[in-house]
């Protein structure tokens, strides 16, 4: 099977986009981005055994590749509109392909987001994905506009995805593997934000470890309260406290948002989070200085062992 | 060493361009597309041991990685500028990481190209770019406009790199591994060519298997003379008359253009390429049916053992 094959099989299954002048099928794609908009360009990779467990479903992989794109997106307040894909497959399995894009097209017709080109190879399993939205110009959600003094917000629940990393060889209870296997992009309520908010990422190495990034580009830093950090039902029925806090704070490919507002803008963030159909937290507040510091319920500092996961740790 | 310090090391090497309003650092960046043009994309992804071989330098890896995409762009007539960059690397190595960016960059700003992001994680050898440019509305050049008795032209010499390749084991001379190492991207010829030629696309995958691309999407025959595809002196040095004819004809890994024009355009073709500083040859003619026939100097069909590179072939 050569690749031109594989590129067809891929094409038959695009929707249309009106902006798409010409899609898969030629050296480049052709794209007309909206009159008084910003391009908002991100790309992230998923290797086996790396980002994904081995074995991992076909179409949990499809997903999940456009899913963590899509969150970067997200945490920029960007509407997704476009995405390539460069996959490399150790052989040209087609029922693995048809699985991959199952997942991958299930997620993108979601969000209205068209697959414009890319390329298949013969490589180690390798799913490479770049995603292109737009923003309006100075209503983009960066990371350093926090100031001093503000309050810090978290989308959906934390831990669960590293749970279900942990737990994978027990297996997992459904609920967490499902957070690890197919995390939902927080789109909506990034674009909601836009504009609210003052400063967000989306917390994909660790919470900790994303704030501080925060932190880093604002020039604040953070008391986090670690009893406000929310949990799922199905985390807190399957770890203990002790360790149910660990993965909260920092254990990564959670794809929730954490970002920053103004104290007097809590109820416009909660109004942005109703309509988003999407749950937030607040888990502290900016503060002077440059570090991250949580604390227990009784106020003393608390760390994990492992203060969020790095890509070559 | 953690991802963001190789990001770091990387974003401190990038040049600034007045349309990136934000670049490395973010969870995206912001780009501004001029108005009045269209947005062009492609990605192409090379991997260790199937696009280049074991133990190429690093510097080659990075020129050779942002050269394929940009031929890409040379290939729609678009002008390059910016690109993202996912690298996978089975280890953290810095002078590795340099030395791929001394290449990557090195060809980046002779096309005053910004990366603009991307990211860096662990894996087998990879590199994924994905290329944007622009290109004024229905300028274009796309592989399906050729019309029936146009001439079909090639950009500069054929062959060199798939004899580099055969030849790797015993040594090949320096003048074709440079071919395959740090192909040139026409990128000036593209765009001196958008709203002359009538299609085009770029020699990856060896002329006749391009070429029939070109057929395929024009609806439109291929009648090409054997003895008019032009060889470098290297390459006639190299090898026998037979080999060199196949690996001009089947070879790959050229990234020169071909296209097509009518007959009466050949002058401004050739005031074209006069002005990117490259040489251009009539190879051929297009011609009713579907087919690409090739004939040598008697006028006798002819084809190579080969016909054509096949990621999964």
Partial sequence: M????????IRRRIPARADVALGIGDDAALLQVPAGRQLVVCADTLNEGIHFP???????????????????????????????LSLSLPAPD????????????????????????????????????????FVEPGRALLRGGAGVGEDIWVSGTLG?????????????????????????PRVELGRAL???ATAAVDVSDGLLADLAHVCRASGVG????????????????????????????????DYELCFTAPVERARRIEGAAAVSGVAVARIGRTVGGSHVVMRDGGGRPWAPDKTGYEHFG
Same sequence: chains 1, 2.
């Fill in 160 to 184: 669960d995805a590293a749970a279900a990393l942990a737990l994978l060889e027990q297996g997992a209870p459904d609920a967490l593997r499902q957070r690890l296997d197919r995390p939902t």
């Fill in 194 to 196: 836009a504009g609210i």
């Fill in 94 to 133: 087609v029922a693995w392909l048809d699985a991959f894009l199952d997942g991958f097209l299930e997620l993108a017709a979601l969000h209205r987001v068209a697959l414009v080109g890319g390329d298949t190879t013969r490589g180690p399993l390798s799913v490479s994905v770049t995603a292109h939205g």
């Fill in 54 to 84: 081995a074995g991992t479903a076909a179409a949990d992989i499809g997903w999940k590749a456009l899913a963590v794109n899509l969150s970067d997106l997200a945490a920029m307040g960007a509407e997704p509109a476009w995405c390539t």
């Fill in 2 to 9: 050569a690749e031109f094959d594989l590129i067809d099989r």
């Fill in 222 to 253: 953070a008391e986090v309260e670690l009893d406000r950090l929310p949990a799922s039902a199905a985390l807190r029925d399957a770890v203990g406290p002790e360790q149910r806090r660990a993965f909260q704070a920092a254990g990564g490919d």
